[in-house]
Structure formats: C-alpha cells, structure tokens
Nanobody, 121 residues
Framework: QVQLVESGGGLVQAGGSLRLSCAAS????????MAWYRQGEGYARPLVAR???????NYLDSVKGRFTISRDNAKNTVYLQMNSLKPEDTDIYYC???????????????WGQGTRVTVSS
C-alpha cells in the first residue's frame, strides 16, 4: 500500500558527491519523519540522517558536515546530499518514511529497496 523508490546511488571517487532520492507513494495521509540508514554489517541498520516534519535533523557523527538531509513535502520525497565522500561511506543506503495511512489508524513506517553507494580511493 506504500512504496518507496530510491535512486541516485552509484560509483564515485573519494571526494566526490552523490544525491540520493527516495519518493513515497500510495495511500498516504501524512508523512512524518523521513530518514536514511546504512545496511551495516548486522541486523540493526545504523541511522545516517533523519529529518522530522518540522525540519529538525540528526546525523551520524561520521557524516556531519558532509551529508545534508532535506525533504520536499509536496512530492513526498526525501533527499540525502552526500559530499566529500570517503571509501568508508560505501554501503547500501535505505530510506525509511513514517506515515499515517488513509485507511488504517496509527503510524507506520516503510522501507525503500536500497541503493548502492560505492566510493573508490
């Protein structure tokens, strides 16, 4: 009932930039917090960046000053601008969007399919 489609990943050299996009569609009434996670090496995906409906942001310490999360509420889309990329940023990035659905009570969150970011030295 809700789909998140990610794009923007790819292969870049260290110091380069990428912009990830994640567009939500479906029976969405309201969009709440939007976030980006890395796959990591375990079951728990580390949070990379998060933005609330009022624009407050949080970042993983290692990406502060390099990554910027933003959102376009009219398009139900969240972005992650990734600058000064480092090889250690290489991972699969997943978006997560908290929503209120049109035909179900309560809050839910949904995951994108993941987009691969590879940074070479």
């Amino acid at each position: 009932q809700v789909q998140l489609v990610e794009s923007g990943g790819g292969l870049v050299q260290a110091g380069g930039s990428l912009r990830l996009s994640c567009a939500a569609s479906g029976n969405i009434s309201n969009v709440n917090t939007m976030a980006w996670y890395r796959q990591g090496e375990g079951y728990a995906r580390p949070l990379v960046a998060r933005i609330t409906s009022d624009g407050s942001t949080n970042y993983l310490d290692s990406v502060k000053g390099r990554f910027t999360i933003s959102r376009d509420n009219a398009k139900n889309t969240v972005y992650l601008q990734m600058n000064s990329l480092k090889p250690e940023d290489t991972d699969i990035y997943y978006c997560n969007v908290g929503v209120v659905l049109r035909y179900a009570s309560g809050n839910y969150d949904f995951w994108g399919q993941g987009t691969r970011v590879t940074v070479s030295s």
